[in-house]
């Protein structure tokens, strides 16, 4: 399992790519599976996707660095899950 932020409503949920039992939120375009992957533990401690969650849930606006976003967008669209 590899918890992940919902950026459409700030649940964690149980993987990126799958709905969000909260707000039934799928990623389906390579840019909104990207910013999942990004945000989930493979990357970050649970600490930090609850800090995200919250501003989620706070309405704010999360930045994604964009060359790092290009990246993932990459790693999305050929299958692969980024080991950095």
């Known amino acids: 399992m590899m918890?992940?932020?919902c950026l459409a409503c700030g649940a964690i949920k149980e993987d990126a790519f799958?709905?969000?039992p909260k707000c039934g939120h799928l990623?389906?375009?390579d840019d909104d599976k990207a910013r999942h992957l990004m945000l989930t533990e493979w990357y970050f401690s649970m600490g930090k996707l609850e800090y995200f969650a919250q501003?989620?849930?706070n309405g704010e606006r999360l930045e994604f660095n964009e060359t790092i976003l290009?990246?993932?967008i990459?790693?999305?669209q050929n299958g692969q899950l980024p080991s950095e």
Do not use: D, I, L
């Open 3 to 5: 918890r992940a932020v």
């Open 18 to 20: 799958v709905p969000c």
């Open 27 to 29: 990623p389906r375009t």
């Open 55 to 57: 501003k989620v849930k």
């Open 70 to 72: 290009g990246r993932f």
């Open 74 to 76: 990459g790693y999305v």
